[in-house]
Structures are given as C-alpha cells and as structure tokens.
C-alpha cells in the first residue's frame, strides 16, 4: 500500500494527498515534520535526506519533491484521470507545474508565514506588503492562462493545475486584499466543488 509522510497542513503533503484522493489510491499517511517530528529521524533521513515532508514508499520505491511525485502518481496511477491527453497539453502542465514553483510559490510563502505563522508583533510588515504585490502579479499572469483554457493545461483538470491550485486556495484564505482576477475566480470555483479538493486543501490556514 501506498505510504505517504507529512503533515496535513503542508502544502506539498497537500499536493500529494488531493492526488491520491483523485485517483483514489489506498494510502496509508503518516504525521510528519513540525510539531510531529520524525523528519530528523535516521530512518526518515535514510528515504529523504532533506528532511522535508513530503515522501512517498509505493511498494518499496521511494519518491520525495511534491511535484515529482504528483507526477509520477499520475503517471502510474491515473493518466486518463490527471494526465494530459497529448504531448503538448502535457508541456502545458509541466509548465505550470513548474511556474508555480518558481513565481507564485515565493511571494506566497512570505505571506503565509508573516501572516499566519508569525506573531503580529514580530511581523516585517513591508515585507509582507512586497510579497502581497508580486502574488497579484502572478495571479494575473495565472488570470491570463485561464482566460485561454479552462483549466492550466487544456479543457479538462491535469496534474498541473495541482500545485496552483494549493497555493491559490491559500491566497484566497488569507486576510490581505486582492485584486479582481475573473478567470482564476472561476477556475477556483471549479476546484472547490471538487470533494478531493474540499477534504484535502481547504482547510483552515496553520
């Protein structure tokens, strides 16, 4: 059976888990990093010398970076599900799989831990300012995507509409101001009336 370590409030173990739950892969997940630890145990080092959540054990093969594993679990599970139909709706996804990784990830990341895991009184206010314009930005050029496609690859949901789709319910949650982006509301619309979407990535920031 599928293993799978992290915690649930990370946003990679949230990758993988709202995978799993659209391929509907039995799995068995294991509380790992933060406030759970493990992630500097040997044994857990020995799979991931990161020591980062998450990672993965299918039937013996051991796989961590949440994109690649998304990728591979679409791959081997669910191609007609999460797959592209063809080679360059695939490269689509692939590039924005990888986008978000480079330019929607990093403003996101300061927001939410300058505004969710930082107390208010250690919090570097113009930092987390900066960031909450280069995320409108990103989001504009995800907006410009979605204005082509209904989803980030094509006519139908793939694995690279994955990862945005994490970072971008998180935007949502966080008490900022956002600009008007009409395509992402609607795409993001369509995510959340996803059940694996619900039950894996909306939940309350932490």
Same mark, same amino acid.
């Given at each position: 059976?599928?293993?799978?370590? %992290?915690?649930?409030?990370?946003?990679?173990?949230?990758?993988?888990?709202?995978?799993? /739950?659209?391929?509907?892969?039995? /799995?068995?997940?294991?509380?790992?990093?933060?406030?759970?630890?493990?992630?500097?145990?040997?044994?857990?080092?020995?799979?991931? !010398?990161? $020591?980062?959540?998450?990672?993965?054990?299918?039937?013996?093969?051991?796989?961590?970076?949440? +994109?690649?594993?998304?990728?591979?679990?679409?791959?081997?599970? $669910?191609?007609?599900?999460?797959?592209?139909?063809?080679? &360059?709706? /695939?490269?689509?996804?692939?590039?924005?799989?990888?986008? #978000?990784?480079?330019?929607?990830?990093? !403003?996101? #990341?300061? =927001?939410?831990?300058?505004?969710?895991?930082? !107390?208010?009184?250690?919090?570097?206010? +113009?930092?987390?300012?900066?960031?909450?314009?280069?995320?409108?930005?990103?989001?504009?050029?995800?907006? $410009?995507?979605?204005?082509?496609?209904?989803?980030? $690859?094509?006519?139908?949901?793939?694995? %690279?509409?994955?990862?945005?789709?994490?970072?971008? /319910? &998180?935007?949502?949650?966080? !008490?900022?101001?956002? %600009?008007?982006?009409?395509?992402?509301?609607?795409?993001?619309? +369509?995510?959340?009336? &996803?059940?694996?979407?619900?039950?894996?990535?909306? =939940?309350?920031?932490?």
């Amino acid at each position: 059976m599928l293993k799978i370590w %992290g915690r649930r409030n990370s946003i990679n173990v949230q990758k993988v888990m709202w995978t799993v /739950h659209e391929l509907g892969l039995a /799995h068995t997940r294991i509380d790992a990093g933060l406030q759970y630890g493990v992630v500097n145990e040997s044994v857990y080092r020995a799979m991931n !010398p990161n $020591g980062r959540v998450p990672t993965i054990d299918d039937d013996g093969f051991v796989l961590w970076e949440s +994109n690649a594993v998304v990728r591979y679990l679409v791959a081997r599970y $669910g191609p007609d599900i999460l797959g592209a139909p063809d080679a &360059r709706s /695939h490269a689509l996804a692939d590039s924005w799989t990888d986008w #978000t990784t480079t330019v929607l990830a990093p !403003p996101m #990341t300061t =927001l939410f831990w300058g505004l969710i895991r930082t !107390p208010q009184e250690k919090r570097d206010n +113009n930092a987390i300012e900066a960031a909450r314009q280069q995320m409108e930005l990103a989001v504009a050029i995800l907006d $410009g995507r979605l204005a082509r496609a209904a989803f980030v $690859g094509g006519d139908r949901l793939t694995f %690279g509409d994955i990862p945005a789709g994490c970072f971008i /319910h &998180r935007w949502k949650e966080l !008490p900022i101001d956002r %600009g008007v982006h009409q395509n992402v509301e609607r795409w993001y619309a +369509n995510l959340s009336s &996803r059940p694996a979407y619900q039950s894996q990535v909306m =939940l309350p920031l932490s």
